[in-house]
């Protein structure tokens, strides 16, 4: 995917194996004497499923050791961004769906260059990242993104307040999730807080402390 993947990527596993297929095709018919029908190289998506044939032919369970992997091809930083545990291709087909839907809503479909470019705000919508019927249940799990008022910056907010239920904290952290870094709602601003700040610190080009400060704020409510 995905930065899953950024922008500067290079093509994903199953764009490069299939643009392999194409030219070494001609080369294995005239060993054989015979001919074969070469796969075409892989073509903007503009669904779900066609997002993830292009980028793993449609395996979730995917890895090459090329450092992305899962049927987005997620790589392992954005995948923990996103607040997932453990590796893209380990989680379950709903999970890798869900991450895939929450990263498209926070970055856009930039984060895959080569298979994303024909997605749009249509794939963006609640339950659009499932595959088949059979997901349907899944759909429960993706909520489009709706605007909330901003509330009123009072202070900076770090892991010394972790011991304090604060309204600014919730408010804070109930954002974040819908927008795609999820955290709880609690009002307690403990370490899981302070590595989203960063994370969105870093996707924002803000200085990275982990300390949601005016900028941080502002960005998050942006």
Known sequence: ??????????????????ARV????????????GSLVATQPAQAASTWEGLRQCESGGDYTINTGNGYSGAYQFSASTWHSLGYSGLPHQASPA??????????????FGQWPVCGRGMGATQLAGGSSSGAAA???????????????TPSYTRALSTALAGQDRA??????????????PLVADGHFGPR??????????AQGLAVDGVVGPATWHATFG
């Open 135 to 149: 997901q349907a249940s899944r759909t429960a799990l993706r909520v489009a993104l709706t605007a909330l008022p």
């Open 193 to 202: 807080c302070a590595v989203a700040a960063r994370a969105l610190q870093s």
């Open 22 to 33: 194409l030219m070494v095709a001609p080369v294995l018919a005239a060993a054989v004497g």
């Open 95 to 108: 999970v890798q769906d869900e991450a895939a839907l929450r990263l498209a809503q926070r970055s856009g």
């Open 1 to 18: 995917m995905s930065d899953a993947r950024t922008s500067g990527r290079q093509w994903s596993a199953g764009t490069r194996i299939r």
């Open 168 to 181: 600014d904290v919730r408010a804070w952290q109930a954002r974040m999730s819908q927008i795609g870094y």
